[in-house]
């Protein structure tokens, strides 16, 4: 499964900009999606996820301002980020985590977007 991001730019403060990640396949079961970001100089952190049962959860950095979901049927998952800021600037990464099989699980990664918010 290759996970293909999308929907980086560069964007000025206040902004707004919508990411979007493809599954190139569907998978067994999905137990969760979500978006991680990484700056330079700063380790990967977790911007936001959402469940198999579409309960989602956020960093506190960015609560309220982003908004992350998910279409099944497109193998799709999105993140609507508004209110940008600087600090929002990153290479943001989708990642998936389920089962290949009922036995199996899997985790993947896809290649990241940059994000880059001007002040």
């Known amino acids: 499964v290759q996970l293909q991001a999308s929907g980086g730019g560069l964007v000025q403060a206040g902004g707004s900009l919508r990411l979007s990640c493809v599954a190139s396949?569907?998978?067994?079961?999905?137990?969760?999606m979500g978006w991680y970001r990484q700056a330079p100089g700063k380790q990967r952190e977790l911007v936001a996820t959402?469940?198999?049962?579409?309960?989602?959860s956020y960093a506190s950095s960015v609560k309220g301002r982003f908004t992350v979901s998910r279409d099944a049927s497109k193998n799709t998952l999105y993140l609507q980020m508004n209110r940008l800021k600087p600090e929002d600037t990153a290479a943001y990464y989708c990642?998936?985590?389920?089962?290949?099989?009922?036995?199996?699980?899997?985790?993947?990664w896809g290649k990241g977007t940059l994000v880059t918010v001007s002040s």
């Open positions: 990642n998936l985590e389920g089962f290949s099989d009922p036995w199996n699980g899997v985790n993947y």
């Open positions: 396949e569907a998978i067994f079961m999905i137990e969760t």
């Open positions: 959402i469940s198999r049962s579409g309960s989602s």
